[in-house]
């Protein structure tokens, strides 16, 4: 891993893996966070050609450093919210505990794992799954007021703590955060799918990208890692960091 901006303390140094603390350190999020503010932070993966996943999967795409910041981000939130079509085609399973973040998140006032949100206005979800059946901490269903009710018995049987941000069936993009907040869920991540992270762009509610480059490219017709209607105006990002390793570029991007 190398610092490329801000300007690397060492221009001239070598790659070198990053331990898990400075990888920490690099990706820690901000006071405002902590102070209850809540902060919603992205994490996705681009091929060179734009490709959010290849073959309905993100793993094609990704390497060791990708996977290493990705369980560090992990390994920093409070929450992780994801798309429901993401778990069917991935087959999420529960965050695992990780022995090195184990002071740090308790320092933090974290429960031990980050507990996963699902995002579904149909609640089309296999709650057989270890999504359900073996989370350390319970698994959060997010939807709508008019989700079938049926299936609102089958989340609360399996243990599954639901979530009302939406009037109607749907689930409004802008309740997602202030909900999740209100429940002390402040440190905030989605890793998508591009449907979700759309939705979410698009309502404003997106603090920080976290997006890595994959010097790959796929060709086919894979979604962007945003996907959704077109906003009427581009939305401008700074770029605070930009790390890399073995040709894959890690960006850090803000809001102004």
Same mark, same amino acid.
């Given at each position: 891993m190398r610092r490329l /901006? $801000?300007? $690397?303390?060492?221009?001239? =140094?070598?790659?070198? =893996?990053? %331990?898990?603390?400075?990888?920490? =350190?690099? /990706?820690? /999020? $901000?006071?405002?966070? %902590?102070?209850?503010?809540g902060w919603l932070r992205a994490n996705m993966v681009s091929s060179l050609d734009g490709a959010a996943h290849h073959g309905g999967r993100s793993k094609p795409l990704s390497n060791a450093a990708d996977m290493r910041i990705f369980g560090v981000l992990r390994a920093l939130a409070d929450v992780v919210i994801v798309g429901a079509e993401t778990v069917r085609e991935e087959r999420y399973r529960p965050a695992r505990r990780r022995a090195e973040f184990a002071e740090r998140r308790a320092a933090a006032g974290q429960t031990v794992v980050p507990a996963i949100a699902v995002v579904s206005a149909s609640l089309h979800l296999d709650f057989s799954l270890p999504l359900f059946t073996e989370p350390? @901490?319970? #698994?959060?269903?997010? #939807?709508?007021?008019?989700?079938?009710?049926?299936?609102?018995l089958a989340a609360r049987e399996a243990g599954a703590e639901v979530i009302t941000a939406g009037d109607q069936a749907g689930v409004d993009p802008r309740r997602i955060k202030p909900e999740l907040v209100r429940r002390g869920h402040t440190r905030l991540l #989605? =890793?998508?799918?591009?449907?979700?992270?759309?939705?979410?762009? %698009?309502?404003? @509610? @997106?603090?920080?990208?976290?997006? #890595? @480059?994959? $010097?790959?490219f796929t060709v086919g017709t894979a979604p962007r890692v945003m996907s959704g209607p077109e906003i009427p105006d581009p939305v401008d990002l700074e770029l605070t960091d930009l790390l890399a390793e073995s040709g894959f570029l890690f960006g850090r991007y803000r809001r102004p």
């Open positions: /901006y $801000p300007g $690397p303390e060492s221009p001239g =140094e070598p790659e070198r =893996e990053w %331990a898990l603390d400075e990888l920490a =350190e690099a /990706y820690a /999020y $901000p006071a405002a966070a %902590a102070a209850g503010a350390e @901490v319970p #698994t959060l269903v997010i #939807t709508g007021a008019k989700a079938p009710h049926a299936r609102l #989605t =890793e998508g799918g591009p449907r979700l992270l759309g939705q979410l762009a %698009a309502a404003g @509610v @997106v603090d920080e990208l976290c997006l #890595t @480059v994959s $010097p790959r």
